[in-house]
């Protein structure tokens, strides 16, 4: 007997929401059939663009309006404690684009509500769902590199920087909100980093930050060192939207993984290499085909698949406060130049 689909609601009808519905599409038995914003203009322009017959401007009338089985918030994050509320008293599962919040303490709450109502919470942070960190993970796990001690996640770009080929910066024009973040690349981009270093490596030990902010066309640091303690592993995320000379992308990640028996090497368009002890030389196949949906989809998928066997899902609340923990706190490691420990 064929399963009935799974009905979603998408909250929020700005820059990600294109990529949310473009990920919901390639679920299998799942439907986007209702969107919620308060622009009736990026409503009604996602609702042609996508064939969405119902649209509602609050949360309120979404809640009463239109039954489904889960909601994605992709909603601004100022927003989300506020729609995390409201969404909790319908009792059904929600998917919350990252950060989940713009404080640590919002984050915490938003956790605590939804575990005292019993009410399912997924974190979507999706970068770990590239498909060239999977593979990494998988060749770790197989011994591929014998025992890992070194990893270096990289991107550097002049995302913040006017450029010829984007003389509005790369990133302004496509979300305008980040201009005036005081907290910048970490809370919008670097958790995407340690969420992939946890989810490569394990638990986050301790660590040491520091930060510049040297472009001026945006209030917060656009360049980041973080020196990561993960056990046996050193880690390094090395990161810019302020470096001339590189893809103006903000996606673009490089990548070493070096262990006991060799190192894989990630190149900025998705290529993966494995040089071993021996000489031997590997190229790994990597299908990057639409990569930037194709993360966006392996997230929504995950979610989907776990509404349906009541698995646990890998970012829900409490994994992702793990992230966050590092994420805020790095501010505080580059103000009191200190390192960062909490486990023992």
Same mark, same amino acid.
């Given at each position: ?216 066309? %945006? @209030?917060?640091? *656009?360049?980041?060192?973080?020196? $990561? #303690?993960?056990?046996?592993? =050193?880690? +390094?995320?090395?990161? /810019? ?14 990548? %070493? @993984?070096?262990? *006991?028996?060799?190192?894989?090497? $990630? #190149?900025?368009?998705?290529? =993966?290499? +494995?040089?071993?002890? /021996? ?66």
């Amino acid at each position: 007997m064929a399963q009935r689909p799974l009905r979603i609601a998408l909250l929020g009808c700005g820059f990600a929401s294109e990529f949310h519905l473009k990920a919901w599409r390639m679920v299998p038995g799942a439907e986007v059939v209702a969107l919620c914003d308060p622009d009736p203009a990026k409503r009604e322009t996602r609702a042609r663009q996508f064939g969405i017959g119902r649209t509602f401007e609050s949360v309120a009338a979404l809640l009463q309006g239109v039954e489904v089985d889960a909601y994605d918030a992709a909603t601004p994050p100022e927003t989300h404690r506020e729609v995390a509320e409201d969404l909790v008293k319908a009792g059904k599962p929600v998917l919350c684009q990252k950060p989940l919040a713009m404080t640590l303490e919002d984050a915490r709450a938003i956790v605590e509500l939804y575990a005292q109502r019993r009410v399912r919470l997924m974190v979507n942070e999706n970068w770990r769902w590239r498909a060239w960190f999977q593979e990494i993970r998988r060749r770790v796990q197989l011994g591929a590199v014998g025992e890992p001690f070194y990893a270096r996640l990289s991107i550097r770009s002049p995302a913040a920087l006017p450029t010829p080929e984007y003389p509005e910066t790369f990133l302004i024009p496509r979300q305008p909100r980040l201009k005036a973040m005081p907290q910048l690349i970490i809370l919008e981009f670097l958790v995407h980093h340690i969420d992939t270093m946890r989810f490569l490596f394990g638990e986050v030990d301790s660590f040491y930050v520091q930060t510049r902010c040297p472009a001026k066309t %945006v @209030v917060g640091e *656009t360049v980041v060192t973080m020196v $990561l #303690n993960q056990g046996p592993v =050193l880690g +390094l995320l090395d990161t /810019s939207w302020a470096s001339y000379g590189y893809p103006a992308t903000t996606s673009a990640d490089t990548m %070493v @993984v070096e262990g *006991t028996r060799g190192s894989l090497f $990630l #190149n900025d368009d998705g290529r =993966l290499t +494995l040089s071993e002890a /021996s000489g031997r030389i590997e190229r790994i196949p990597v299908d990057t085909t639409d990569s930037y949906v194709g993360m966006y989809w392996g997230a929504i998928n995950h979610f989907a698949e776990c509404l349906r066997s009541g698995a646990p899902f890998q970012t829900d609340g409490p994994d992702n406060l793990r992230t966050l923990e590092v994420a805020f706190r790095a501010y505080e490691s580059a103000r009191k130049n200190a390192v960062i420990r909490w486990r023992t």
